[in-house]
């Protein structure tokens, strides 16, 4: 019996602990319009976007015959509602193309602030983290959510 109790006790704390950790984490979901990246970091993926992705999406980022482009309404429309960390995620696990997972997070991270800067987001004081657990708390928004 005593066992039962605690057991239902347990499970009780987990489920109030785990919705109050879900509405914080609502709470804090942020866009791509908020600033999140830095300059600095862009710079950084836009050398190492030269250097893996370039030969195939094209200098200009519009891509090339079968490739796609990584700019543009059409690009933010394929991540519409999708997290950095899903981004992030996808890059990560299939390019370059001749050599998947050949780039760490962090310069993959990179290469997405760099993307971002080009598709117009605004850039902020602070580096996106290539913390999946933070990267995964920025919302991708074609339009600039009005504030709440």
């Known amino acids: 019996m005593k066992m039962h109790w605690v057991l239902g006790a347990v499970f009780s704390a987990a489920t109030m602990l785990g919705s109050s950790t879900t509405l914080y984490a609502q709470d804090v979901t942020r866009s791509i319009w908020d600033g999140v990246y830095s300059s600095a970091q862009a710079d950084r ?3 190492a976007y030269s250097s893996n992705c370039e030969k195939c999406h094209a200098g200009s980022l519009d891509g090339m015959d079968e490739i796609p482009g990584l700019k543009g309404p059409h690009f933010i429309a394929d991540w519409e509602t999708q997290t950095v960390a899903e981004l992030v995620t996808r890059i990560r696990s299939t390019m ?3 050599n998947p997972g050949a780039l760490s997070t962090a310069t993959v991270t990179d ?3 760099y993307l971002l ?3 117009q987001m605004p850039a902020g004081s602070a580096e996106l983290s290539p913390d999946a657990g933070m990267a995964g708390q920025i ?4 339009v600039k959510q009005a504030a709440k």
Do not use: H, L, M, W
Request: hydrophobic content about 40%; overall charge positive; proline content about 6%.
């Open 45 to 47: 993926g836009k050398t």
């Open 96 to 98: 370059p193309i001749d």
């Open 111 to 113: 290469v997405v602030a």
């Open 117 to 119: 800067q080009q598709n």
């Open 139 to 142: 919302r991708i928004n074609a």
